[in-house]
């Protein structure tokens, strides 16, 4: 018997250590040399929701913009992660509205990977916006990156943001910036940065 115990201890051990050893390292942040931009703010409202995607919509009355995300396969492995699909001038979603998605009790995985912990502040408060300060900065690698600081209610930051394909964000939200220039964001994934609470995209500008 005492065997088999010690067996299993070691089988489980084992494993955990695996899990340790194979879980992928967190991205590097960039260094960076100067910021070439102005100043942007948006406030994006929580548009529509499903159980593995979410779109968020700028929240200003004027120039229409939409945010789509996925999960991300990080999220399986316990860091939450989100893969930036897409930016739109018009709603892709086909998602439940925030209040329909907290009603669903299939939103509610035991394991916690479910939009519905964005959803509040960390003393329980509703929370249905959210605010991103951002500037275009030139790094010491020679790349451009997009500084997305994040200004909003105190609600669980991801760890992972990660764009798949290149995404080109709107004109009429890209002349903001003041550099009379397009802006796409670059294919790869960025981890938290604590010292500016937000991510350093990659973009192109042309």
């Known amino acids: 018997m005492k065997k088999i115990v010690s067996?299993?201890?070691l089988l489980v051990t084992a494993c955990l250590v695996w899990l340790g050893f194979n879980r992928a390292p967190l991205p590097p942040t960039p260094e960076?040399?100067?910021?070439?931009?102005?100043?942007?703010?948006?406030?994006f409202?929580?548009?529509k929701v499903d159980y593995t995607n979410v779109e968020l919509a700028l929240d200003e009355g004027r120039d229409n913009l939409f945010v789509q995300f996925s999960m991300s396969d990080a999220w399986k492995g316990g860091r939450i992660g989100l893969v930036v699909d897409g930016m739109t001038e018009g709603s892709r979603s086909k998602g439940k509205s925030p209040s329909e998605y907290e009603k669903d009790s299939r939103s509610k995985s035991k394991d916690g990977k479910n939009f519905g912990q964005f959803m509040k502040d960390k003393k329980g408060k509703p929370v249905r916006h959210y605010s991103f300060i951002q500037?275009?900065?030139e790094g010491k690698d020679g790349k451009t990156y997009l500084k997305m600081t994040y200004d909003g209610?105190?609600?669980?930051?991801?760890?992972?943001l990660e764009v798949k394909s290149g995404v080109t964000i709107p004109p009429k939200i890209a002349k903001r910036f003041g550099l009379e220039k397009g802006i796409q964001l670059e294919p790869?994934?960025?981890?938290f940065d604590k010292s500016i609470n937000g991510f350093w995209l990659p973009i192109k500008l042309g």
């Open 135 to 137: 500037e275009v900065a």
């Open 45 to 47: 409202k929580m548009n």
């Open 188 to 191: 790869g994934t960025v981890a």
């Open 32 to 43: 960076i040399s100067r910021i070439i931009s102005k100043q942007v703010k948006l406030k």
């Open 153 to 160: 209610p105190d609600v669980p930051m991801l760890d992972l």
């Open 7 to 9: 067996t299993a201890a």
